[in-house]
């Protein structure tokens, strides 16, 4: 009988409560498509990678229960006693522990003892410092040795191998015979055998004596190695031998750091963060960001960008991180070089057709990506399990507390994952609080509003969206040509502010200095005078100081003193500005030479002189040929496609107990879809004829690939079917519910579709 058989027979006897608990410590069995029956349920309870699952979200005591009676099992107590399990862990009672782990069904309880799984049996212990069991050990060796280690023990002598296996696996799990045996053995074998019994049960090329293996105390392994029974370890340590058990918590101090604070901080990060993403799409959205020859993100170019947006270099590798991630930035590989040229280096640009997230949504999609990221292949992502342990940990405590000491926190965190498999866990944890810090998850050490939300899907679109309306809309303006936005400025402001102007701090307040360049940059991207200051009030506390009013206007009235022309190149003028022009120390390498009053032709491109041209000083602008302006490009195409909010429709989590009443109420097996049976009963469908093509859709259908049909004038994207009769009952992949579809109405597309159903 196979793990899924037995859970099955478990499953069906259990009430809706009983189930209900069941499914929800282990949700990943109602994953879509959620299971029709319990037999589906067993299935996916007894795969590796839901086990795998439920033991990395085992706390240590459950974890070191399950140890124990997994220790059992292989020194032959099948069941194994709830008594022996206590006696190993050194505890009066683990009743209630073994019933939480037969509610995440990695076990069950009889009356004989408790039953594990089969794929929860092991057969090595090194963790615990000890070896495999005698029975595995000595089942490798042959008939002759085995006789010989029974002669040797003083036990019965017969010539069937599995009688003398059966009484040396009695006489060593004896353990006081074993140890009165050992007080015989010479003191040079006695010294060897309690060193490895103290936690090295296996050992290479170890140069041994014959007596411990005469007397079945060490055994030669297939793999050449020198192991320890673990009967005998257990034996050498003595009869009060226990195991690691830590029942507790361990202790850890709460700050209280206020509420109110937390949240500010909070607020304060999240929208400094919006608006490094912000600036990373626009200044991707104008080159795109050039990336290592491996695809990665360079230490140099987060350098750069953190010194252009006044960022901090974590800040930018976390916000190209989570915007990638979330599809706004996409990896553009180059094409292959052509013989003798250098290829490339891949990119970074955003996607033309997918319009800018507004603020709110744009915050919820950075924490759900931040939360639930994609996930690796074939690996565990330990740094998501650690945020969301965090979260939960912290979330315990009353908003505003925190647990300021990182070795502490750490050292809960362990206390409740102990099987996560990360190289540094502290440094994991430190890592998961700097970037909760940043996003606003955490503030100060505690956990703030927008994470709570995490846990609760329903508070997100209302916590991020008021968060994102605490920004400052408007800035205080200063007669030493400054701008002050005390707090975060909103999206808009601080892209204003940007343009025209440039960032000198950020903190608690940001603030923009205006100079004539800066003030340049804003007229080089098609603004005009009256615009700009017209936008600059909009965003004022109050009036415009008169300083920066003649800035602008001054700029403004200098802006396009010289034209700089596509014909490569051309500087027109006023007569007195060209002379100054091709006298000028510093343009003599553009090779200005006069051709008429107004006209200077230059030996560099136009946008070489241009550039040189505003270096020394002047304020000239580009034209094409036939004289008219040439703007940056600034307005893109419409956008035809807009990001899907991450909000609570796609996190809700599936309810337990309706899927409990459910289950029990349907049949516990269903029939299974024999391959080639689809097939024969759409052949009967379309009258014996099948396409090729409609036979393929068949086959993938039964293989658990989704298709295309028409059904009733709906079109239907299907897959994991189950034929009733002339009733086919599937899985509706747009409408994440199961269909009863009759095979007379459905008619199969000529084209599949590819979907994932990760």
């Known amino acids: 009988m196979t793990t899924a058989d037995e859970l099955l027979g478990r499953l069906a006897g259990l009430d809706e409560h009983a189930l209900a608990k069941i499914l929800a410590h282990r949700p990943d069995v109602l994953e879509d498509p959620w299971p029709r029956r319990l037999d589906v349920v067993a299935a996916r309870l007894a795969s590796a990678g839901s086990l795998d699952a439920a033991l990395l979200a085992l706390p240590t005591p459950l974890l070191q229960v399950l140890r124990a009676v997994q220790l059992c099992h292989a020194l032959g107590r099948q069941p194994a006693p709830l008594g022996e399990v206590a006696g190993l862990l050194g505890t009066g009672s683990v009743v209630s522990l073994v019933d939480e782990l037969a509610e995440r069904a990695l076990l069950w309880r009889d009356e004989d003892g408790v039953v594990l799984p089969e794929l929860l049996q092991r057969t090595s212990f090194a963790a615990e410092g000890l070896g495999r069991p005698v029975a595995d050990l000595l089942e490798e060796l042959g008939a002759a040795r085995l006789a010989k280690l029974s002669r040797n023990l003083g036990l019965p002598d017969t010539e069937r191998k599995a009688q003398l296996l059966a009484g040396l696996v009695h006489f060593l799990r004896d353990g006081d015979r074993v140890r009165e045996l050992f007080a015989t053995a010479p003191a040079e074998s006695r010294k060897l055998l309690l060193d490895m019994a103290g936690g090295v049960p296996e050992v290479q090329g170890l140069a041994t004596t014959g007596w411990a293996f005469d007397h079945g105390f060490l055994v030669s392994t297939y793999y050449g190695t020198i192991a320890m029974p673990i ?25 209280h750091t206020g509420a109110d604070a937390a949240e500010s901080a909070s607020s304060t990060a999240a929208l400094r963060l919006l608006d490094r993403v912000s600036a990373i799409l626009d200044l991707a959205a104008a080159e795109p960001l050039p990336l290592l020859k491996d695809g990665t993100i360079g230490t140099r170019l987060i350098k750069k960008l953190a ?14 991180d989570l915007a990638a991630q979330a599809g706004l930035l996409l990896a553009d590989e180059p094409p292959a070089p052509r013989r003798g ?46 945020r969301r342990l965090l979260v939960r940990l912290l979330a315990r405590l009353a908003p505003g507390d925190a647990i300021t000491d990182l070795g502490a926190l750490t050292e809960l965190a362990r206390w409740h994952a102990p099987t996560l498999p990360a190289e540094d866990f502290a440094d994991d944890v430190r890592i998961a609080l700097e970037q909760g810090e940043l996003l606003g998850v955490f503030a100060h050490g505690a956990v703030t509003a927008a994470g709570r939300a995490l846990l609760e899907p329903d508070k997100l679109v209302e916590v991020t969206g008021e968060l994102v309306s605490r920004a400052r809309t408007t800035a205080l303006f200063g007669t ?47 603004s005009a005078a009256a615009e700009l200051l017209e936008d600059l009030r909009s965003i004022a506390a109050g009036d415009l100081p008169q300083p920066l009013v003649y800035l602008v206007n001054d700029v403004a009235r200098r802006h396009g003193e010289a034209q700089v022309l596509d014909v490569a190149s051309v500087v027109v003028g006023e007569p007195a500005v060209l002379a100054e022009l091709a006298a000028h120390r510093k343009l003599a390498k553009l090779g200005l030479r006069a051709v008429a009053p107004t006209v200077l032709t230059s030996t560099v491109d136009a946008l070489g002189t241009l550039e040189a041209l ?23 195409a419409e956008p035809t496609a807009a990001v899907r909010d991450p909000g609570p429709g796609d996190r809700v989590s599936p309810d337990p107990a309706g899927h409990a009443e459910r289950l029990l109420a349907a049949p516990a097996t269903g029939p299974a879809l024999l391959r080639g049976q689809l097939a024969r009963a759409m052949s009967d469908r379309y009258a014996g004829r099948l396409t090729p093509k409609q036979q393929q859709l068949c086959w993938q259908l039964e293989a658990g690939l989704p298709v295309d049909i028409a059904y009733g004038g709906e079109h239907l994207v299907i897959a994991y079917p189950e034929l009733d009769g002339d009733v086919l009952d599937v899985w509706s992949l747009g409408e994440r519910a199961y269909r009863r579809l009759e095979l007379a109405q459905v008619e199969l597309a000529q084209v599949s579709t590819a979907v994932n159903l990760a």
Request: hydrophobic residues 40%; aromatic residues 6%; glycine residues 6%.
């Open 231 to 255: 009967e005998v370890s257990l034996a050498l340590r003595g009869p009060g031998h226990q195991l690691p058990f830590t029942p507790a918590e361990p202790e850890y101090d709460v700050t």
């Open 614 to 636: 505003r270096e020394a000083g002047y304020a000239p602008t580009r034209h094409t040929a036939d004289g008219s302006i040439v703007l940056p490009a600034r307005d893109q």
């Open 341 to 386: 040229q250098k290829a490339p280096p891949p990119t970074l640009a955003t996607d033309p057709d997918l319009a800018r997230p507004e603020p709110a949504l744009l915050y919820r999609l950075l924490l759900a990506t931040w939360w639930e990221p994609a996930p690796p292949e074939f690996e565990v992502d330990v740094e998501a399990l650690v």
């Open 480 to 526: 030493d040509l400054t701008a002050i936005v005390p707090g975060s400025p909103d999206a808009r402001l601080a892209a204003l502010l940007d343009r025209v102007a440039d960032r000198e701090a950020q903190g608690t307040a940001t603030s923009w200095r205006f100079s004539p360049a800066s003030v340049r940059r804003a007229f080089d991207q098609g």
């Open 307 to 320: 010194k252009d947006t006044g960022a901090t270099p974590a800040e930018i590798a976390l916000a190209i």
